[in-house]
Every structure is written in structure tokens, then in C-alpha cells.
Nanobody, 120 residues
Framework: QVRLVESGGGSVQAGGSLRLSCVAS?????MAWFRQSPHREREGVAA?????YYADSVKGRFTVIRDNAKNTLYLQMNNLHPEDSAMYYC???????????????????WGQGIQVTVSS
């Protein structure tokens, strides 16, 4: 079993930055970030596990950073857009990220989620 705890969400104006953190209770092969906004499906944002995956919508703006010594995955989000507003979830699985790095059904462990709100 793995426990995932997210932190770092909040509100920011468009163009601003936020950094999310996810701490796992033990080392696990792949850690990832997903997000979900009302009336939309949960979508993969970024993942780290053998490979690094980014959704097309965040490439060049978001960076995922893995600190294995701390069992922590960070998501540095720059140049935030209002459409980035969502509940962000940390997820993890005991296998490489690829394939299905951005598929929520491929992940076994989930955090509680943390809100990110970007105002225009």
C-alpha cells in the first residue's frame, strides 16, 4: 500500500506560477499528476517513471521533478492559464510510466487531490 499526500495548491492570476508537491509513503516506480475540472474527465498532466511524460497542453510550461531520496514528486507550473484550473491529483503505480503514462485507469494509488485556481 502507498499513501500519497499532496500540497502546494492555491489561487493565482493568469501568467503566474505554482509548485505542487506529492510525498509518497515509500519509493514507487512511477509517480504522476492528473487533473480534473467539473464536467470533464480526469486527464494526465505529467508522469515520471522510466520516462517523463507531459500532456501536450502543458509542454513548455510545466516541469515534473522527482526526488527519490524524499519519495517526492514536484510539479512546477509556470505561465498558468485559466483553463489550468482544476483539482490536481497525485497518482502512483509499481511499474514504468510507459505505456499508458497519462491513463488514470493504469494507476493504482491516488492522493486526495488539491485545488488549483487560475483567474484571468
Amino acid at each position: 500500500q502507498v499513501r500519497l499526500v499532496e500540497s502546494g495548491g492555491g489561487s493565482v492570476q493568469a501568467g503566474g506560477s505554482l509548485r505542487l508537491s506529492c510525498v509518497a509513503s515509500r519509493y514507487i516506480t512511477t509517480m504522476a499528476w492528473f487533473r480534473q475540472s467539473p464536467h470533464r474527465e480526469r486527464e494526465g498532466v505529467a508522469a515520471s517513471g522510466g520516462i517523463t511524460y507531459y500532456a501536450d497542453s502543458v509542454k513548455g510550461r510545466f516541469t515534473v521533478i522527482r526526488d527519490n531520496a524524499k519519495n517526492t514528486l514536484y510539479l512546477q507550473m509556470n505561465n498558468l492559464h485559466p483553463e489550468d484550473s482544476a483539482m490536481y491529483y497525485c497518482a502512483a503505480k509499481d511499474m514504468n510510466a510507459w505505456p499508458r503514462a497519462g491513463s488514470p485507469e493504469a494507476y493504482r494509488y491516488w492522493g486526495q487531490g488539491i485545488q488549483v485556481t487560475v483567474s484571468s
